[in-house]
């Protein structure tokens, strides 16, 4: 009899390691990094960091093991075989970066293997339910900036990845409004081509442009909002897991999960719920309030509005998607204190009337 009491209660204590031994105490996660984010994989790394060394247990209560590839985008198969790689080794959602010509892999192999992806770069158009967009888009600000302003002939010069999707906007704003817009992509120009662009439109008397361009003078910006954006996409990650510990579902990746080109796909089992408890954190990060919608975009944020002045940036005013363009008056200068915008989420898009007979240098 006693040996029988022996064994319920060893019994007992089995199904209970094995109940609150369902999460894991090492989280494995995914990192896909492109050519020249040198930045955003310190601040990948540095995140991690900071959270596997937290003094505070509530916070966390596991580690998070990162599993990184490096990949050109240039070649499909390699970016088909970072992607595998990462699936292999049981990763339960990836961080990464992608362009134009990685897009399309990457979210085609998220969606069939329901393998959430957390990425700063540029919004995607249409729907990628296990897409979320750190970036929030810059569409909105823009189109109030134009109304408010009154343009209804400018040029608009892009060479970015999401500048065709604000182009569309535009156009489809123009469409309605009656504006007279020239487009023109410089992804492929030179010194040279530049000038002889502007040399045209100065003598097609055009003094109004909208540039939506990430040339050398914004790169050092731009590549510290990514990097911003990549702490918050860790940060993101770490509170999704903490949720669905808190809530006791098991996120184990067995059976087939390691083949990613299995025909027909078997996607992840727990992959629906990861990407549902991912789109419902809500937190506070390096730029602002970090919060997605039901489709993974980035929703109720603010961008600061500013106007550059001989003596600095200044700014002016504000948007959200509740309020619009808010307007600020008589804003002091910032001059040169740049601790003022530090931290910030700043429109980088520029709106710049040409004065009159520029002068035009190499």
């Given amino acids: 009899m006693r040996i029988i009491c022996r064994q319920i209660v060893l019994l007992f204590s089995g ?17 896909l990094f492109i050519r020249n984010t040198d930045q955003e994989y310190t601040a990948f790394r540095l995140a991690i ?35 595998c790689s990462q699936y292999s080794r049981g990763v339960f959602a990836i961080f990464g970066l992608y362009d ?14 329901h393998i959430s992806l957390i990425t700063p770069s540029f919004p995607t158009e249409g729907e990628s339910q296990f897409v979320l967009q750190l970036r929030p888009s ?15 002939c400018f040029v608009f010069l892009y060479d970015t990845d999401r500048g065709y999707s604000i182009l569309q906007a535009i156009m489809e704003k123009a469409g309605q409004n009656g504006w007279h817009v020239s487009a023109i992509c410089v992804e492929n120009f030179n010194d040279v081509s530049y000038r002889q662009l502007l040399e045209e439109l100065d003598r ?8 939506d361009c990430e040339i ?7 590549e510290q909002y990514t990097s911003a954006l990549t702490y918050d996409g860790v940060l993101v990650m770490a509170e999704t897991f903490r949720n669905l510990r808190r809530q006791k579902i098991d996120i184990s990746r067995r059976g087939n999960a390691g083949d990613c080109l299995a025909n027909p796909a078997a996607p992840w089992g727990q992959g629906i719920d990861m990407e549902r408890t991912l789109k419902q954190v809500r937190i506070q990060g390096l730029t602002g309030n970090v919060q997605f919608d039901h489709y993974g975009r980035r929703v109720n944020y603010t961008m600061d ?27 002091p200068t910032l001059g040169n204190d740049t601790a003022a915008i530090e931290n910030r989420t700043v429109v980088v898009t520029t709106i710049m009337p040409l004065m009159k007979n520029p002068i035009i240098r190499n």
Wanted: proline share 4%; glycine share 6%; with cysteine.
């Fill in 15 to 31: 199904f209970w390691g094995l109940a609150m031994g369902a999460f894991p105490s090492s989280v494995q996660i995914g990192g």
């Fill in 49 to 83: 960091f900071l959270h596997n060394t937290s003094p505070n247990a509530s916070e966390a209560p596991f580690n998070l093991v990162p599993h990184v590839d490096n990949i050109e985008t240039a070649n499909s198969f390699a970016v088909t075989n970072a992607f």
């Fill in 100 to 113: 134009k010509r990685s897009v399309h892999t990457l979210t085609s192999f998220c969606s069939a293997l």
């Fill in 138 to 152: 810059l569409r909105g600000a823009l189109l109030s900036l134009l109304d408010h302003y009154e343009w209804n």
């Fill in 204 to 211: 097609r008397q055009e003094k109004k442009f909208v540039i």
């Fill in 216 to 222: 050398e003078r914004l790169q050092n910006i731009l």
């Fill in 305 to 331: 509005v500013f106007e550059l002045k001989s003596t600095g940036p200044r700014k002016v005013g504000y948007w959200n998607d509740m309020d619009k363009l808010v307007l600020i008056q008589d804003v």
